[in-house]
Structures are given as structure tokens and as C-alpha cells.
């Protein structure tokens, strides 16, 4: 069986940002990494790929980085979301940190130190809220299967 | 009038028209530095878009500088590995695509940071009060790349530029010009928008229309635009000076600027600048 690995998705009009993370993340990671130059191309796609991480960028021409990730959360609600910004959006990633959940905002320039450990507590958090799923689902049946025991002990008693 | 008399008039004439000659001087001396800080305030308003244009192309170069790093860390430990624990060459091989788009990346970015940098030295040239013969696409260029931020955030710019020939102008002051007509439209534009340039040649002159979206000028306050201090900016936005600065200069060139808005369609800015100097013409203005 062939080991998990976490696909990422990044959303920033400059090709410069995204050759630049995938670069980096093909050095240093093995995750899967996604990009897209347009957001709207990008929304398009997402019922295709299931993504455990998203980072997009703040100001782009089709749609604020806000937006875009709203729209995501409807397509993937699990999916880590992270915005990169300039410091003169700060106010609004902060605004967005409750508007969509947001996990983290990165400034630009960014440390790419910081942007691997951010996306790795990111994909660690989604693993575990992953992990809690299924074992809410296994809980779920072993309520499910306990009920339908009690059911045939209090028929069986009757 | 006896000789003494005519003698002091003379000299009154003559202090009077030193006087005036020195208060022209510093009149015209004031002009200039008041034309000078229109222009750095209008630079000044924008020192934030240009910092958050240039942010982009540093976190290129930033990230690839350290991929750089890490890449070279990478390739120094598989060629320093002791014999035999040499992975694979294709390990090594794997890296330089890594390498070769970071540098290409890295380049572009720089690219992007000087032409950025050259929009803001065209905007702060000295300017010797010379005329010369200057293209006015490339002045309209430079000026738009100031505000490329605003452009790629919100607003489509549409350029239909005409076969215009060189005019001779102060190039520094007619940036000016173009940069305050653009921060105008760019301001008048709530949301998105669009902003039309378009150049042609009429008979002698070179014309500039500067189009926006906005919601228009209201008729009852076309006249007073080119007036010093009426604004409809809030304080931090605008001096009330930019418009009267400007048709000062254009009247400088003896060219004028007329204004078009059919409220609530956005307006039309149009220069008309003569394509040489010293052939002056009666103009009106507005």
C-alpha cells in the first residue's frame, strides 16, 4: 500500500509565487502540490482533487484571496486554508481569520522556514481532525451496533 | 518737472521696476517648488501601492535565494557523502530543475523590481526647465506602472494609443500631468472600473483623453475644477491642487486640458499639446 501524501493547493496570480512554493516544496516535502495563476480556474477545478491545504493569495485581479477561499470552504469545508499577504492587507486576514475559518496568514515576503512549519501544522492538524473523523464514524457505528444489541436483549428479556 | 525731480523719479522708476522684478522672480520661484510638491505628494500618495508592488517580486527573490541555499546544502552533502553511500546521480540530477527555476525566477523578479524602480526615477527626474523632444506613450507608460497594483486589483486599463510623433515638452512636468489625470480616474473609480487612454494627432498637436468609469462630474461643478483648492477628496486624498497645477503646466506648454462628463457616465480628461514649442496659439481651456 503506498503511503499517504497530502496534496496542496496554491492560488496566486504571479507565476513567479507559484514556481517559487512548488519549487520548494518538491525540495522539501513529498506532498503533491496543485497551482493555479487564476482563482477562478482554480474553483473550477476544486471538485476534482481533493486538497487537504490551500494557500492563496490576497490580492488578485479576478477575486480577493477571501473570497476565493470562502467559495473553497463551500466545495472542501475540510481543506486547511491560509492566506498570503502584503503587509497592507494585514487588517483584512485578520477580518478573515473569523469571515473563513482561516488557519494561518503568512506576510510577503515570506520565510520559507516559517511557510514549512506553517504548512506542516496545517497538514498535521487536517491528518488528526482526519483521524478524528473516522474514529467518530467508528464510534458512531459501535453506538449504532451497542443500540441494536440493546434491542435484541430488551426483546429477548420481553 | 525741474532735473532733481525728474532725476528721483527716474531712480523710484527704477527701484519700483527692481522690486517687481524680484517679486516676479520669487512668484515664479514659488511656482516651480509648488509644482515640485504636487508631485511628490502625488508620488507620496502612493508609496504604499509601489511598496506593495515590489513586495511581490522580493518574496520571489527572498524564497529563491534560500532555495538556492538549501539546494547547494542538499548537493554538498551527496557529493561530500563518503564513497559508496553516493545515492544515485539522478539524486544530484533531480536538483538542478529545482536550481535553474530559481534563478529564472529570481531574474524575472529583479526585472520586475527595476522597471518599478525606473517608474518611480521618471516621476522624481530633475527637471531643468528645458524643453525636449519626448514620446508621450512612453510618459503614460511610466505613470501606469505606478499604479499597477490598483490596475491589477480592480480596474482594466485600455490603451488605444495613435501614431503620435515625439513632442517637444518639460517631459518630468507632462508626467506629471498624466500621473494626477490617472490618480484622478483611478480615485472617481468605486470598485471595479475601467480607465480608457487614448492618443492621436490633430493638426499640430498631440491629444491625450483620459476616460474613467467613475460616476461623472456633477455639471454644477465643472467650472470650479481647475480651481486652487476645491477638491471633493477627502483631506488625506487630495490637496485641491492637483487639476489647477496641472493646467498650469499644459498652459505652460501652450497646449489646455478640456474636461467631458455627462454625470453619472465618468469623464474625459483631454490634453491637447502642441507637437513643437513656440508656435503658440489662442487655446481655451475647459
Redesign the interface.
Known amino acids: 500500500m503506498s503511503e499517504f501524501r497530502p496534496t496542496v493547493l496554491i492560488v496566486d496570480d504571479e507565476e513567479m509565487v507559484t514556481t517559487s512554493l512548488r519549487n520548494l516544496f518538491r525540495l522539501e516535502s513529498d506532498y503533491k502540490v496543485v497551482t493555479h495563476t487564476s482563482a477562478r480556474k482554480a474553483l473550477s477545478d476544486a471538485g476534482n482533487t481533493d486538497v487537504d491545504l490551500v494557500i492563496s493569495d490576497y490580492l488578485m485581479p479576478e477575486m480577493d484571496g477571501i473570497t476565493f477561499l470562502a467559495r473553497f470552504k463551500e466545495i472542501q469545508p475540510h481543506a486547511v486554508r491560509v492566506l498570503l499577504t502584503g503587509y497592507a492587507d494585514k487588517e483584512n486576514a485578520i477580518r478573515a481569520i473569523n469571515a473563513v475559518g482561516l488557519y494561518q496568514y503568512l506576510e510577503k515576503p515570506w520565510e520559507n522556514d516559517k511557510l514549512l512549519m506553517v504548512v506542516k501544522n496545517g497538514l498535521e492538524k487536517r491528518a488528526l481532525l482526519r483521524t478524528l473523523e473516522s474514529k467518530i464514524a467508528e464510534l458512531d457505528q459501535a453506538h449504532f451496533s451497542l443500540k441494536s444489541i440493546q434491542t435484541e436483549l430488551i426483546r429477548a428479556f420481553m | 518737472m525741474d532735473p532733481d525731480q525728474e532725476m528721483e523719479l527716474r531712480l523710484r522708476i527704477l527701484e519700483l521696476e527692481r522690486r517687481l522684478k524680484e517679486m516676479v522672480e520669487r512668484l515664479s520661484d514659488a511656482e516651480s517648488r509648488l509644482e515640485r510638491a504636487d508631485a511628490l505628494a502625488t508620488v507620496g500618495a502612493l508609496v504604499?501601492e509601489v511598496?506593495?508592488e515590489i513586495?511581490?517580486?522580493?518574496?520571489?527573490?527572498?524564497?529563491?535565494i534560500?532555495?538556492l541555499g538549501?539546494?547547494v546544502q542538499?548537493l554538498r552533502n551527496l557529493v561530500l557523502s563518503p564513497v559508496g553511500e553516493l545515492t544515485d546521480a539522478r539524486e544530484c540530477g533531480e536538483?538542478f530543475p529545482?536550481i535553474e527555476?530559481?534563478l529564472r525566477?529570481s531574474q524575472?523578479?529583479c526585472e520586475?523590481v527595476v522597471n518599478i524602480v525606473e517608474g518611480l526615477r521618471r516621476s522624481n527626474r530633475p527637471d531643468d526647465g528645458q524643453c525636449i523632444l519626448a514620446n508621450i506613450h512612453d510618459e503614460i507608460e511610466g505613470s501606469l506602472s505606478l499604479l499597477a497594483?490598483e490596475f491589477?486589483?480592480r480596474i482594466r486599463v485600455v490603451r488605444e494609443f495613435g501614431e503620435v510623433p515625439p513632442i517637444e515638452c518639460r517631459p518630468v512636468r507632462i508626467g506629471q500631468v498624466l500621473l494626477n489625470l490617472l490618480v484622478n480616474a483611478v480615485q472617481a473609480i468605486d470598485g471595479e472600473g475601467e480607465i480608457r487612454i487614448r492618443t492621436w494627432q490633430d493638426a499640430g498637436n498631440v491629444l491625450i483623453a483620459i476616460s474613467d468609469s467613475g460616476p461623472g462630474i456633477p455639471a454644477d461643478l465643472r467650472h470650479k475644477i481647475f480651481e486652487p483648492g476645491f477638491t471633493t477628496k477627502s483631506a488625506n486624498a487630495g490637496t485641491g491642487l492637483g487639476l489647477f497645477i496641472c493646467r498650469r503646466i499644459v498652459l505652460q506648454h501652450g497646449g489646455c486640458i478640456r474636461v467631458e462628463s455627462k454625470a453619472p457616465q465618468g469623464a474625459t480628461f483631454t490634453v491637447v499639446l502642441p507637437i513643437r514649442q513656440g508656435r503658440e496659439k489662442e487655446r481655451d481651456d475647459v
Not at chain 2, 55 to 64: C, D, H, K, V
Open positions: 504604499a511598496a506593495h513586495n511581490t517580486p522580493l518574496a520571489g527573490i527572498r524564497g529563491n534560500d532555495l538549501r539546494s542538499k536538483l529545482i527555476s530559481a525566477t524575472l523578479a520586475r497594483s491589477k486589483r
